[in-house]
Nanobody, 121 residues
Framework: VQLQASGGGLVQAGGSLRLSCTWS????????MAWFRQAPGKERELVGV?????RYVDSVRGRFTISRDNGKNTMYLQMNSLKPEDTAVYYC??????????????????WGQGTLVTVSS
């Protein structure tokens, strides 16, 4: 099973980026898929989850949008109105708890390798 996140880069504050997470070796149709991020010196935190419901943390709600295309084995994170505090390594993850929204890292069984997003002021 492999998840691969891509699409990170350097962007100015107020700009946009779209991250992608593709997977292989497993059918995640009935799994919750999530984006996490980890800034330097901080713990990994949930950004949002898409399963039976889609939920976001308060700091990104209204700016970020998660979507998924199971036919393409791909999940997306559209990030608009980016802020310097959004700078982090972004990870995608998969959890078998499709009907729940968990922020705990331990609830996710599979992880991508991360892609760096840097937002300059």
């Amino acid at each position: 099973v492999q998840l691969q996140a891509s699409g990170g880069g350097l962007v100015q504050a107020g700009g946009s980026l779209r991250l992608s997470c593709t997977w292989s070796g497993h059918t995640f149709t009935a799994w919750a898929m999530a984006w996490f991020r980890q800034a330097p010196g901080k713990e990994r935190e949930l950004v949002g989850v898409i399963g039976s419901r889609t939920r976001y943390v308060d700091s990104v709600r209204g700016r970020f949008t998660i979507s998924r295309d199971n036919g393409k084995n791909t999940m997306y994170l559209q990030m608009n109105s980016l802020k310097p505090e959004d700078t982090a390594v972004y990870y995608c993850a998969a959890s078998p708890y499709y009907g729940s929204v968990y922020a705990e890292v331990r609830k996710y069984d599979y992880w991508g390798q991360g892609t760096l997003v840097t937002v300059s002021s």
